[in-house]
């Protein structure tokens, strides 16, 4: 989605916000555009399309300037055009505004605006911010500081919106000062030495400064260089709280690989050895330090809601028959965007969970703060620090994963799979339902994780481009998987749809022949999930009714088995391991094969179209 980043400082501005551009284009965008005070003038560029764009054109031109903003748009409101990108600008061209978020009110605020005889030269929602802003600069008295008066101004501008908003504006009355505000979008302020800069996101901010304000709903930030003030929306001054958040950048070069999904999945190994080293030192039940629950609490809950989107959705599942397995608690894992309307049944001792890599999902955020408004408490496991769930959960469970670039998410679901797994023999030991040894026997699986997708990169990655290559041209496929791994094949479907635009499903292998069989012909493409494990003798029998319909089978199983030698064209192996691990492992073979699926097709695979990595808004 959308990106903000702003900069005011002694470096070379243009060279900074397209560099904070960059390290935000991993959102989706389809146009970009910046805006600088030239001295005491607004000068902006914008551009359909790539960064790389924008950045030949600003190479026609020389600025000097110590403050700007700058935008990467993924289109909501009007097509993706120069006139739509932002930043956006009012009648005279003297402020100047980037957005994210959605105007609910926009199309009122827009006539009202064409009846007073402004001029919009765009379709979006966010023109009219600027120009709101413009009635009431002359509105209000010029006396005094200009910076107070400009963010009065803004204040008083945003107080007619309705709907979800970050955003950052120049005024040219103004020079060296940015002016922010936040509802409902995410916001940061990094504060430098003599320097600061705004952002959307982590990734933008970091590599200026580790030192941050995360501005909360329903504030404004006026930012120069050398301070900082926030305040509420009624103008009333607030503390500034600023943090050092400690998060790894992600490098932009993608250490030889081709895309960064790539670089990710291969990653994997590393990132769960991490989570080892993070969790679970010595033979101890796991470790979660920042987890600010008590046991007591912990304990207490009869039933989970497990609520998250997408890919987390899928982890959601794993982590539901994790703990109706080991803790015999009733679990739901619900789809955000769902739970959140559907008026569910919340009482008090049931425990929320949200799940995101992210931390900014709106549909995710509107579940914790449903649940939160009716006194249910919300625990998210997420890989963002700072991010808004994360300050707004009852208590937070870090997943570790290190940024995620790419689009599609890998090394983030497997960190969510590592850790619900390691957070069921947190609270079975709590309740004493599993002993000291089972534990050790489960964290001995555990441990050989890391050095058993290591063997299944080496081993099973020139077998799964081979497939890539058979199945180029399929036009959908379907997944197929039993127990612990149905949400594998949910998830190995959507990682296939997202990057090669291919269609595919992912089904319970046993609801399989109550209609969806009917799809299958000589043609089609059917990944079966069936590592040797508990339902396999099950899984096997569904799989011998794709066979009789003539599919062309595709098999994830464990090592030595060799009742698919006749019956499948690709076969990938997985190391033997604990069932309940065994969706960490599994997985592996069908990141790959979207992958390479895609990239065989020579789509953008880190940045597949319509999607985006943060989905902030419903
Ligand atoms: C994953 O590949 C997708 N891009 C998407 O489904 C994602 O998982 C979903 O939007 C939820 O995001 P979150 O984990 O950041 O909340």
Redesign the pocket.
Known sequence: MCGIFGYVGERDVVEVLVAGLKRLQYRGYDSCGIAVLDGNELAIVKEAGRIERLEQVLSRYTFQAKVGIAHTRWATHGKPTPTNAHPHIDCHGTVSIVHNGVIDNFLNLRESLLNRGHILRSETDTEVIAHLIEEELSKISHEGEKAFVFLKAVMKAVSQLKGSYAIACLWEGAPGVIVSARQGSPLLIGVGNNEACIGSDLNAVLPITKQVILLNDGELALVTQTKVWVFDIEGKEKKVAVQRIEWEVTEEDRAGFPTFMLKEIYEQPERIRKIIALRCQGANPPIFEELDMPPSQLIGFRRIIVQ?????WHSGLYGKYLFERYLRIPTDAEIASEFRYREPVLEQDTLVIA???????AD?LAGIRQARSRFVPVLSLCNVPGSTMTRESDAVIYLHAGPEIG???TK?YTAQLAHLFLLTLHLARLKWLLSQDNINQLLDQFNQLPEKMEKILDEQESIVRECAKTFLDSRYFLYLARGINYPTALEGA??LK?VSYIHASGYPAGEFKHGPIALVDKDTPVVCIAPVDSVYEKTLANIEEVKARGGRLIVVTTEGNRDFDEMAEFIFTIPQIHEDLTPLLTVIPLQLLAHHVAAMKGLDVDKPRN?A???TVE
């Open positions: 998250a989107a997408g890919t987390s799940i995101s890599q992210s931390g900014e999902t995710t689009v599609a998410s983030a959507l990682k997202e999607l990595k943060s989905v």
